[in-house]
């Protein structure tokens, strides 16, 4: 078999030009009688729903996109760590002390604030102002 002898499976109908004239299919062509429908470029945009007002109009907040792989981290500062009085600092700790709402979510430490003693800090993202002011002070940092 050779390539130009390859037939399609389901044989090829060409789509029904509908409002080419009476002698395309028929008086009307499918379009039944007169109205907005029947024109050339007829009908309405997509949403339009009467002249009431639509449903777009009338639910703002689900207009836009959203990003299903947007990841949003819970914020600590320094400052904050500091105020602690603990050596090591892990998410469920903070969740306890409650400084963030869960320990399941990505917790990101900003550099807000000072910090004076060695705390070692365990958290899923750290600003280099952060990572900076903990190792400074004698801390230790673990991402991930």
Same mark, same amino acid.
């Given at each position: 078999?050779?390539?130009?002898?390859?037939?399609?499976?389901?044989?090829?109908?060409?789509?029904?030009?509908?409002?080419?004239?009476?002698?395309?299919?028929?008086?009307?062509?499918?379009?039944?009688?007169?109205?907005?429908?029947?024109?050339?470029?007829?009908?309405?945009?997509?949403?339009?729903?009467?002249? @009431?007002?639509?449903?777009?109009?009338?639910?703002?907040?689900?207009?836009?996109?959203?990003?299903?792989?947007?990841?949003?981290? @819970?914020?600590?500062?320094?400052?904050?760590?500091?105020?602690?009085?603990?050596?090591?600092?892990?998410?469920?700790?903070?969740? @306890?002390?409650?400084?963030?709402?869960?320990?399941?979510?990505?917790?990101?430490?900003?550099?807000?604030?000072?910090?004076?003693?060695?705390?070692?800090?365990?958290?899923?993202?750290?600003?280099?102002?952060?990572?900076?002011?903990?190792?400074?002070?004698?801390?230790?940092? @673990?991402?991930?």
């Amino acid at each position: 078999m050779q390539a130009h002898e390859i037939r399609p499976s389901m044989p090829k109908k060409a789509r029904k030009r509908v409002g080419r004239g009476n002698g395309s299919n028929g008086t009307y062509s499918g379009k039944g009688m007169k109205g907005q429908k029947a024109r050339t470029g007829g009908g309405v945009r997509p949403g339009f729903e009467g002249g @009431q007002n639509p449903l777009i109009k009338g639910l703002p907040m689900l207009r836009g996109f959203t990003n299903p792989f947007r990841v949003s981290y @819970q914020v600590v500062n320094v400052g904050q760590l500091a105020e602690l009085g603990a050596s090591e600092v892990t998410p469920e700790l903070l969740e @306890q002390r409650g400084l963030i709402r869960s320990a399941r979510k990505p917790l990101k430490v900003l550099g807000d604030g000072s910090i004076s003693s060695a705390v070692s800090v365990r958290a899923a993202k750290f600003s280099s102002s952060a990572k900076a002011k903990i190792e400074a002070a004698g801390g230790t940092v @673990q991402e991930g």
